[in-house]
Structures are given as C-alpha cells and as structure tokens.
Nanobody
Framework: QVQLVESGGGPVQSGGSLRLSCVAS????????MGWFRQAPGEEREGVAV???????NYAHSVKGRFTISRDSAEIAVYLQMNSLKPEDTAVYYC????????????????????WGRGTQVTVSS
C-alpha cells in the first residue's frame, strides 16, 4: 500500500518562507509523477508544482518564481521550497503521486494523481 507523509507546514508571516517535505513508502515502480496540490476552504483542490522522474517540472502560474519543487532520487520524496509567501497561499497542502509519466507537460490536475497524503496546513498571516 502506497503511503505519502507530508511535513513542514505551519504558520508564517507574509513574505516568509517554508519548506514542505513528502516521503512515499510502499511504491514499487521506478517511474512516477509527484507533486504538491493545495486546497483552501470553499475552494477546489489546485495543482501547485509537480515533477517527474525525468526531472521535468510544471508550476501553477500563481507560484512561478516563488516556489521551487525538487525531488530526492535516492528515495521517493519531493520537497517544496516556498518563498515570498502571501496570505493567498494559505491552504492545506497535499502531496500526490501517480505511476504515469508524460512526454508532454507533467499534469497539474488532481484527477491525474492516484495516491494522496493527508495534507499539511500552511497559514500565511498579513
């Protein structure tokens, strides 16, 4: 059974930084797409940043230049460095993984990801 465990969320002031981590266990394949999604109260879950095993990345327009996704090739783990945080970044951040990899852009749609973590809260105060 695939399990994803997120960590690194918390409260932070506007303009500050946080680094989220997600470690997967129980995944048996060499290739995957993996990344971060977020959901604010009353909103739909949206893609933030994703990466695949070739190193290709894709970012939501709202976080480009502020957030950086990376992965650990030694284990199945992804990280999200979030800088210049804004109150509108406040949400529960979820880690997701899927066995599919793509010749085109790594998808930012939540529907394309099979496995999910429980989420970690990020709260940015003004």
């Amino acid at each position: 059974q695939v399990q994803l465990v997120e960590s690194g969320g918390g409260p932070v002031q506007s303009g500050g930084s946080l680094r989220l981590s997600c470690v997967a266990s129980g995944y048996k394949y060499r290739r995957y797409s993996m990344g971060w999604f977020r959901q604010a109260p009353g909103e739909e879950r949206e893609g933030v940043a994703v990466i695949d095993t070739s190193g290709s990345t894709n970012y939501a327009h709202s976080v480009k230049g502020r957030f950086t996704i990376s992965r650990d090739s030694a284990e199945i783990a992804v990280y999200l460095q979030m800088n210049s945080l804004k109150p509108e970044d406040t949400a529960v951040y979820y880690c997701a993984l899927d066995p599919m990899t793509y010749y085109s852009e790594v998808p930012l749609s939540a529907a394309d990801y099979r496995h999910w973590g429980r989420g970690t809260q990020v709260t940015v105060s003004s």
